[in-house]
């Protein structure tokens, strides 16, 4: 497989290309945490960002040998802030991107906290094969209406003080109702940012990953 790398720097709210063959046949698209509100650009060092690098190389060494763009979503804005202005929207626009880019192949979008609350916002593009929430942000009465015939897995540590485990299960159980087929992971540590016990967050997200993109 050759692989091309781009060293452009990202901007907010483009995708932002790590690896792409030359013809990519799928594409894992990763999406960062952030906050609640913050209207301003993320910071040139943006910790939540980088958390999602080991991921990247999990899911690179996953899918070895096949031929899958890895890339991120940067925001246009560092929180939430509201219709119109969450990262949901950079993730719809990083998809168009990524369609013209490289074609409509099958994605997987893989988030954390907040961007786990964007990637199953995104999730409706008919490209969207599943989602990998990683401690997601699920508020009540998030919509689960677009997500029926979505694989989704949405993996929480019950001890999480930032992102409530118990609102991704009551996702969970919505979503199904609403046709998607979703599965709630409880995880045995890590709390929010996954630190403890990394290698199995790492790890189990790169087999569900490769497990979706290998699903017909």
Excluded: K
Excluded at 61 to 67: F, L, Q, S, T
Excluded at 103 to 113: A, E, N
Excluded at 199 to 215: D, G, I, K, P
């Amino acid at each position: 497989m050759t692989l091309c790398r781009t060293r452009r720097a990202a901007e907010p709210g483009t995708l932002h290309v790590r690896t792409a063959p030359a013809v990519p046949v799928a594409a894992v698209l990763l999406l960062h945490g952030g906050r609640a509100e913050g209207p301003e650009p993320p910071p040139v060092l943006n910790f939540p960002a980088l958390r999602m690098r080991p991921f990247a190389a999990a899911v690179s060494r996953a899918v070895r040998g096949r031929e899958v763009l890895i890339a991120e979503v940067r925001y246009r804005h560092r929180g939430w802030n509201g219709p119109d202005a969450d990262p949901a929207r950079d993730a719809e626009d990083a998809l168009v991107r990524l369609r013209e880019q490289a074609g409509p192949v099958p994605v997987v979008l893989v988030g954390h906290s907040m961007g786990g609350r964007a990637a199953l916002r995104a999730a409706g593009d008919p490209v969207v094969r599943g989602v990998v929430a990683l401690a997601p942000w699920c508020p009540t009465g998030e919509p689960v209406d677009h997500l029926g015939g979505r694989r989704l897995y949405l993996l929480h540590d019950e001890t999480d003080r930032v992102t409530s485990a118990r609102a991704s299960w009551d996702f969970v159980r919505r979503a199904r109702a609403a046709g998607a087929d979703a599965v709630g992971i409880p995880m045995p540590m890590g709390g929010h940012a996954m630190l403890r016990g990394a290698h199995l967050w790492h790890r189990r997200a790169a087999e569900l990953t490769a497990a979706l993109l290998s699903h017909g």
